[in-house]
């Protein structure tokens, strides 16, 4: 299940999941607070491009809606 961007569950809180084309067989979940990946390096490839490495395998982890916060040279971030 994912939310869109910017909308956020409220941890401890049980929701019921519901749909008009599909039986869901336990609709309840309940939202639990969730870390970042484990972080293993960022670096930059160059002015325009960084990699990031995470500790392990991700899997099926969707990124749509994360987002890395940059410090530039002057002091000011940004997020990509």
Known sequence: MRLPVG?????????TVTSDWAKIKNPSVIAEAITSPPLKSAEAVDNKLFQITFDKDLGMELFPGRKVELKGDDGRNIEA
């Open 7 to 15: 909308q956020t569950l409220t941890s401890f809180t049980t929701y």
